[in-house]
């Protein structure tokens, strides 16, 4: 029986981040009886009549079932596919069995709300794990959030600056993200802090750190600098389209953060540029060499080449020389 248990016998997980569902889960069977639990996946548009009911039937040898019904949001009323597993689930909610631990995963949209709905009115338990934003610069404030709080959770500091060029390295993904901070904290040791020069090292090689890097020094007027990192760069393999996307990147970041209103917040200038505050002051430094009619001329070009590159319409290493050396000479127009 479970009465003298914390857990409840059926939990509702939402979210529509794999990693952090899995998580709670985790930490769920752990507090029903830890990592030996006898644990059921089923999935929720495959389930049959008594398929549910059968394996939340007590175990043998005594232990309290964690019986998995997962995506849930599949469970739509209006489609006849899942009507069965539908119902399997409805007659669940409404006498679930007080000796096993049910737990329906809803990924997140419309779909399976009723299932949702039903479960708590009958009592069940919410775990509504973090949802990811959608927007690109929310997204990026979020994941720069999350490499933050792994990285403590392992007893390490890190530099903005660091965590910047971490996203740009290993991308978006909170599994990629999260196992590139345990890899950090494994080679270089916890209990110290991680700067941007020890993670570009690490990831030096990695594609849209170049990119990045490219941009940077062009923005800044160090074009020949700019040149010699895109020639390294593309000796390394990195794709034309990634160099054009990252120049790009940064140039909007720029425009918007040099027409923000005169006396907005770091933070305000942040959430619309999509970048991170502490950049922000940095392309605020940046800004004072462009004018409006050169940012223009510059993103131009970027679109330019981009067209170029993908079409191949001209030599891709061409068109990237000539977009560089264009968009230094924009920066010096008035």
């Known amino acids: 029986m479970l009465s003298a248990m914390a857990v409840p016998p059926l939990t509702v997980i939402t979210g529509n981040e794999e990693l952090l569902v899995e998580r709670a889960l985790k930490q769920l069977i752990a507090e029903v009886s830890g990592p030996e639990a006898d644990v059921i996946d089923l999935s929720a548009r495959a389930l049959q009549s008594g398929q549910l009911g059968v ?13 998995v ?8 009323q209006s489609n006849p596919d899942v009507a069965a597993a539908l119902d399997e689930v409805m007659a669940y909610i409404a006498a679930p069995s007080p000796d096993a631990v049910v737990v329906l995963v809803h990924g997140g949209g419309n779909g399976g709300k009723g299932v949702i709905n039903a479960a708590k009115k ?15 610069g929310a997204l990026r404030q979020n994941r720069a959030a999350f490499v933050k709080e792994e990285l403590a959770n392992l007893s390490c500091h890190v530099d903005q600056a660091a965590i910047e060029v971490l996203i740009n390295a290993v991308g978006t993904k909170l599994r990629d993200l999260s196992g590139a901070c345990a ?3 494994s080679d270089h040791g916890a209990g110290g802090r991680l700067n941007e020069e020890t993670v570009r090292q690490y ?10 890097d490219i941009a940077d020094q062009v923005i800044a007027g160090r074009t020949a600098e700019a040149l010699g990192l895109l020639r390294h760069a593309r000796e390394s393999g990195v794709p034309a389209v ?6 790009g990147r940064s140039l909007r970041q720029l425009a918007l953060v040099a027409t923000a209103p005169r006396g907005a917040s770091a933070d305000s200038v942040a959430a619309m540029a999509g970048a991170p505050a502490w950049k922000v002051k940095d392309i605020r430094v940046v800004a004072r060499d462009w004018s409006e009619p050169g940012l223009a001329s510059a993103i131009k070009a970027v679109a330019v080449a981009d067209t170029d590159v993908k079409t191949g319409a001209v030599d891709p290493e061409y068109a990237l020389e000539r977009m560089l050396i264009t968009v230094g000479r924009a920066r010096r127009q008035h």
């Not at 394996?55 to 019986?67: K, N, T, Y």
């Not at 990831?203 to 990045?212: H, N």
């Open 242 to 247: 990634l160099v054009t996307a990252a120049l």
């Open 55 to 67: 394996a939340a039937s007590p175990s043998l040898f005594g232990g309290a079932p964690v019986v």
């Open 203 to 212: 990831y030096g090689g990695r594609v849209e750190v170049q990119g990045f």
């Open 122 to 136: 009958a009592g069940a338990a919410t775990v509504a794990t973090p949802t990811s934003p959608s927007g690109a």
């Open 69 to 76: 019904v997962d995506g849930v949001e599949n469970l739509v």
């Open 183 to 185: 890899q950090l904290v």
